[in-house]
């Protein structure tokens, strides 16, 4: 049997960070692979490249990197794309293998409000990447302006996606009878700093691979948001 790691998320674009978070959680939970996963048409967020750019790009980052791959399987999906119909989907390519959803710290306190959580999580273990923030830095849930929010916001999940980090973990596992392992990371890298800082006009060496760099460079990407 092996331990497969699922990492979704838009990649818009992949950098150094996501890199460094898959081998991260492949060494500390002795995964045996790691599947990068871009998102398709995403319900939860909106101006983000095609589907084909981020897996190009995500492609170019993992090129002769060991144990981690690349699906393209959320961006063959047509309509809205879902996380629980995704794992479902690995559940019949895996069916004797053990499944770990990996994603950051804000995607885990926004997961109440995702298409059918309880699907999702009682279907693996999640593996969440947490990062140590200032109190002054402290963002509140549900993020504002996110969409699946606007319209839903049940004291409840909204009370628990507040709470301190390993007691917010303990509500979600006590509730949707799941496993959630939790892991250190410390780099400030960000998807949204790469893509200001390409279209102020400056340098993004050391935040992504050189060839994500260059395909940046060459396709004219992020030059206004």
């Known amino acids: 049997m092996m331990k497969i790691g699922i990492y979704g998320g ?12 898959a081998e991260n959680a492949k060494r500390i939970y002795q995964l045996d692979k790691v599947i990068f996963l871009p998102s398709g048409n995403s319900y939860m967020k909106s101006n983000v490249l095609s589907g084909r750019q981020r897996y190009h790009m995500v492609c170019l980052a993992l090129m002769d990197r060991d144990g981690l791959e690349v699906s393209d399987l ?4 047509e309509g809205a794309t879902y996380s629980y119909e995704t794992m479902e989907e690995f559940h019949g390519i895996y069916p004797n293998d053990e499944l770990f ?9 926004m997961i109440e409000w995702w298409k059918e959580p309880a699907r999702l999580m009682g279907q693996c273990s ?3 990447a947490s990062r140590m923030q200032d109190a002054s830095n402290r963002q509140y849930y549900p993020v ?3 969409e699946a929010a606007v319209d839903d916001r049940d004291d409840q999940n909204c009370h628990a996606a507040n709470m301190q980090l390993p007691q917010y973990i303990r509500y979600l596992e006590e509730k949707y009878h799941t496993h959630i392992y939790c892991m250190e990371m ?6 949204s700093r790469i893509r200001e800082s390409v279209a102020k006009g400056q340098e993004i ?13 060459k396709e004219h990407l992020y030059r206004s948001i």
Not at 101 to 109: A, P, T, V
Not at 186 to 191: K, V
């Open 186 to 191: 410390q780099d400030a890298t960000s998807s």
């Open 101 to 109: 959803f990996l994603l950051g710290e804000d995607s885990l306190r």
């Open 144 to 146: 504002d302006g996110c």
């Open 74 to 77: 959320e961006i063959r999906r």
């Open 205 to 217: 060496d050391g935040m992504v691979p050189d060839a994500v760099r260059d395909y940046i460079r």
């Open 10 to 21: 838009t990649f818009n674009p992949i950098h150094n960070g996501h890199i460094k978070l």
């Open 126 to 128: 999640l593996i969440v």
